[in-house]
């Protein structure tokens, strides 16, 4: 069965810093990956996936991710945090056999001024 | 465009009573999700349509909730009778097309608390 594991609860960085959410999957096939955003009080923001191709995909509002097969993982990035990037981030795998996606737990990023 | 539209945004119930949540996706999308998303977890899927047709309802709790998207548009979910653990906000998504590649557009979400 595919899963997800985000394995932090809160990123906290400062404004200006770079930032790193983990995430690692386990599908039994090729995975397709996204990253989500959710603001307070808001449904979630679709902001990057990776299909195929390169391991580095850009996405919206200036974040990255990186696939990192050997490692099943697909850590999202972003060279220079703001404050406004504060809010919840899902990581989802979904088996390109199978329909469901399949969202991790979340992890809250918190940039400070 | 205009993004997926969900009501009502709150309600509050006492358990053992029904709602419904109402749904309509982005124009020209196929495929409409419904989610539970428990406080602390991500979100679960419940029941996913193509056009008017049920792809996948594996975790739906079939004794106490129902949906259907009967002319293939709008969509909605009922819960009869609710129960405590019913609690949660109740996501709709849709997409154009229902291939494993494509993302997903999420509305904001109904928060259901049961009493």
């Known amino acids: 069965a595919q899963s997800v594991a985000q394995p932090e609860d809160q990123v906290n960085v400062a404004e200006g810093n770079p930032l790193t959410v983990k995430c690692t999957y386990s599908?039994?096939?090729?995975?397709?990956l996204f990253w989500y955003v959710q603001y307070p009080n808001r449904g979630l923001q679709f902001l990057l996936k990776?299909?195929?191709?390169?391991?580095l995909v850009k996405g919206s509002y200036g974040f990255e991710a990186e696939f990192n097969k050997s490692q099943t993982s697909f850590h999202l990035k972003k060279p220079s945090a703001l404050v406004s990037d504060s809010a919840l981030y899902f990581c989802?795998?979904?088996?390109?056999?199978?329909?469901?996606?399949?969202f991790g737990t979340g992890t809250r990023l918190l940039v400070s001024p | 465009e205009a993004g997926v539209a969900q009501s009502p945004r709150y309600k509050i119930i006492e358990k053992r009573q029904s709602v419904a949540f109402w749904c309509n996706p982005i124009?020209?999308?196929?495929?409409l999700y419904w989610y539970q998303q428990i406080l602390g977890q991500g979100p679960k899927l419940l029941i996913q349509?193509?056009?008017?047709?049920?792809?996948?309802d594996s975790q739906l709790p079939k004794d106490r909730f129902s949906a259907e998207r009967l002319k293939g548009v709008d969509s909605t979910l009922k819960i009869q009778p609710a129960k405590l653990e019913d609690s949660a906000v109740y996501l709709c998504?849709?997409?154009?097309?229902?291939?494993?590649?494509?993302?997903?557009?999420f509305g904001d979400g109904t928060r259901l608390s049961i009493l």
């Open positions: 998504a849709s997409s154009l097309e229902q291939g494993a590649n494509q993302p997903q557009h």
């Open positions: 599908v039994s096939g090729n995975p397709y």
């Open positions: 990776y299909i195929t191709g390169d391991n």
């Open positions: 989802a795998v979904r088996d390109p056999g199978f329909q469901k996606l399949v």
């Open positions: 124009s020209g999308h196929a495929t």
């Open positions: 349509f193509q056009n008017n047709g049920v792809v996948d």
